[in-house]
Nanobody, 127 residues
Framework: QVQLVESGGGLVQAGASLRLSCAAS?????????VGWFRQAPGREREFVAA????????YYADSVKGRFSISRDNAKNTVSLVMNSLKLEDTGVYYC???????????????????WGQGTQVTVSS
């Protein structure tokens, strides 16, 4: 089992920056666990934002956030961060941390393939 707890959400103006954190714990969480972030806006499906694939450290981003968001992990502290710069109105939503030890690369972008989820943290970008 893996437990994930997000923090760092809030209300910001467009163009601002925000840093989300995810604290991970549990027997099966390790350096080889793939970690990622998804978001969900009202009335929309949960969508992929970014991920770090297993222990290789290679990162993947949704086209909509490339160049603005950066995902990183601290294996010593079992934390995953998402730095969000130049925030836009369309970045508004609940942001979820996700983890999975066996997910394959082709399934990375689909929420239904991830095993573990945090409770989410709200990010609201205003004009």
């Amino acid at each position: 089992q893996v437990q994930l707890v997000e923090s760092g959400g809030g209300l910001v103006q467009a163009g601002a920056s925000l840093r989300l954190s995810c604290a991970a714990s549990g027997d099966t969480f390790s350096r080889s666990t793939t970690v990622g972030w998804f978001r969900q806006a009202p009335g929309r499906e949960r969508e992929f934002v970014a991920a770090i694939f297993r222990s290789y450290g290679r990162t993947y981003y949704a086209d909509s956030v490339k160049g603005r968001f950066s995902i990183s992990r601290d294996n010593a502290k079992n934390t995953v961060s998402l730095v969000m710069n130049s925030l836009k109105l369309e970045d508004t939503g609940v942001y979820y941390c996700a983890a999975d030890s066996t997910i394959i690369l082709s399934s990375l972008y689909e929420a239904q393939h991830w095993d573990y989820w945090g409770q989410g943290t709200q990010v609201t970008v205003s004009s």
